[in-house]
Protein backbone atom coordinates (compact mmCIF):
# COMPACT_ATOMS: atom_id res chain seq x y z
CA UNK A 1 0.00 0.00 0.00
CA UNK A 2 0.51 3.74 -0.71
CA UNK A 3 0.28 6.36 1.27
CA UNK A 4 0.40 10.48 0.71
CA UNK A 5 0.30 12.29 3.54
CA UNK A 6 0.12 16.33 3.53
CA UNK A 7 0.45 19.10 5.82
CA UNK A 8 0.79 22.94 5.90
CA UNK A 9 -2.20 24.48 4.92
CA UNK A 10 -3.87 26.64 7.31
CA UNK A 11 -5.34 30.20 7.16
CA UNK A 12 -3.19 33.10 5.29
CA UNK A 13 -4.22 36.40 4.89
CA UNK A 14 -3.96 38.24 1.26
CA UNK A 15 -0.14 38.51 0.35
CA UNK A 16 0.80 36.20 2.23
CA UNK A 17 2.72 33.20 1.64
CA UNK A 18 1.86 29.33 2.73
CA UNK A 19 4.42 26.14 2.53
CA UNK A 20 2.39 22.81 1.39
CA UNK A 21 4.14 19.45 2.02
CA UNK A 22 3.21 15.74 1.06
CA UNK A 23 5.48 12.52 2.17
CA UNK A 24 4.81 9.28 0.41
CA UNK A 25 5.44 6.34 1.92
CA UNK A 26 4.69 2.50 1.60
CA UNK A 27 5.67 0.03 -0.71
CA UNK A 28 7.32 2.36 -3.42
CA UNK A 29 9.74 0.80 -6.46
CA UNK A 30 10.06 4.02 -8.02
CA UNK A 31 7.96 7.83 -7.42
CA UNK A 32 7.16 9.19 -10.88
CA UNK A 33 5.49 12.40 -11.21
CA UNK A 34 4.15 14.65 -8.26
CA UNK A 35 2.26 17.43 -7.75
CA UNK A 36 -0.81 18.87 -6.61
CA UNK A 37 -4.15 19.82 -7.76
CA UNK A 38 -7.19 22.35 -5.80
CA UNK A 39 -10.58 22.15 -6.14
CA UNK A 40 -12.53 25.74 -4.66
CA UNK A 41 -15.86 25.67 -3.66
CA UNK A 42 -18.16 25.05 -6.72
CA UNK A 43 -15.39 24.92 -9.19
CA UNK A 44 -13.59 21.78 -10.48
CA UNK A 45 -10.59 20.29 -9.52
CA UNK A 46 -7.42 21.43 -11.51
CA UNK A 47 -4.23 21.45 -11.82
CA UNK A 48 -2.01 23.65 -9.58
CA UNK A 49 1.54 22.38 -10.62
CA UNK A 50 3.99 19.09 -11.23
CA UNK A 51 7.60 18.16 -11.42
CA UNK A 52 9.17 14.74 -12.64
CA UNK A 53 11.29 12.57 -11.02
CA UNK A 54 14.32 14.08 -13.05
CA UNK A 55 12.90 17.83 -12.10
CA UNK A 56 11.28 19.45 -14.81
CA UNK A 57 7.91 21.59 -13.95
CA UNK A 58 4.39 22.05 -14.75
CA UNK A 59 3.07 25.47 -13.50
CA UNK A 60 -0.85 26.63 -13.80
CA UNK A 61 -0.81 29.60 -15.81
CA UNK A 62 -2.96 31.40 -13.30
CA UNK A 63 0.23 30.35 -10.25
CA UNK A 64 2.87 31.43 -12.25
CA UNK A 65 5.26 33.42 -10.74
CA UNK A 66 3.83 32.97 -7.31
CA UNK A 67 3.93 29.02 -6.45
CA UNK A 68 7.05 26.90 -6.53
CA UNK A 69 7.02 22.89 -6.89
CA UNK A 70 9.91 21.18 -5.86
CA UNK A 71 10.16 17.72 -4.60
CA UNK A 72 13.14 15.38 -2.62
CA UNK A 73 13.81 12.53 -4.02
CA UNK A 74 15.42 10.86 -1.33
CA UNK A 75 12.96 11.68 1.30
CA UNK A 76 9.91 10.81 -1.15
CA UNK A 77 8.38 14.42 -0.89
CA UNK A 78 7.01 17.07 -2.98
CA UNK A 79 6.56 20.71 -1.78
CA UNK A 80 4.53 23.39 -2.68
CA UNK A 81 5.71 26.65 -1.59
CA UNK A 82 2.62 29.39 -2.17
CA UNK A 83 3.57 32.99 -2.18
CA UNK A 84 1.15 36.34 -2.50
CA UNK A 85 -1.77 34.32 -1.91
CA UNK A 86 -4.78 35.81 -3.45
CA UNK A 87 -8.54 34.91 -2.06
CA UNK A 88 -9.14 32.86 -5.11
CA UNK A 89 -6.37 30.40 -4.35
CA UNK A 90 -8.86 29.39 -1.18
CA UNK A 91 -9.15 25.83 -1.83
CA UNK A 92 -8.30 22.36 -1.06
CA UNK A 93 -5.33 21.46 -1.93
CA UNK A 94 -4.58 17.49 -3.22
CA UNK A 95 -0.88 15.85 -3.52
CA UNK A 96 -0.68 13.33 -5.56
CA UNK A 97 1.91 10.39 -6.91
CA UNK A 98 2.26 8.38 -9.56
CA UNK A 99 4.03 4.93 -7.74
CA UNK A 100 5.27 2.61 -9.52
CA UNK A 101 5.46 -0.02 -7.00
CA UNK A 102 6.83 -2.85 -9.02
CA UNK A 103 8.63 -2.25 -12.21
CA UNK A 104 6.06 -3.48 -14.48
CA UNK A 105 3.20 -1.44 -12.55
CA UNK A 106 2.40 2.15 -11.47
CA UNK A 107 -0.63 4.30 -10.55
CA UNK A 108 -2.01 7.34 -9.37
CA UNK A 109 -2.29 7.95 -5.59
CA UNK A 110 -3.84 10.81 -3.68
CA UNK A 111 -3.32 12.87 -0.62
CA UNK A 112 -6.00 13.36 2.13
CA UNK A 113 -6.19 16.91 0.76
CA UNK A 114 -5.34 20.34 2.95
CA UNK A 115 -7.88 23.31 2.98
CA UNK A 116 -5.84 26.85 2.40
CA UNK A 117 -7.89 29.75 3.25
CA UNK A 118 -6.89 33.10 2.28
CA UNK A 119 -9.23 35.89 3.53
CA UNK A 120 -8.62 39.27 5.92
Known amino acids: QVQLVESGGGLVQPGGSLRLSCTVS????????MGWYRRAPGKQRELVAA???????NDVVSAKGRFTISRDNAKHTVDLQMNSLKPEDTAVYYC??????????????WGQGTQVTVSS
Open 96 to 109: YANVATTWYNSDNY
Open 26 to 33: GSIFSLNA
Open 51 to 57: ITSGGST
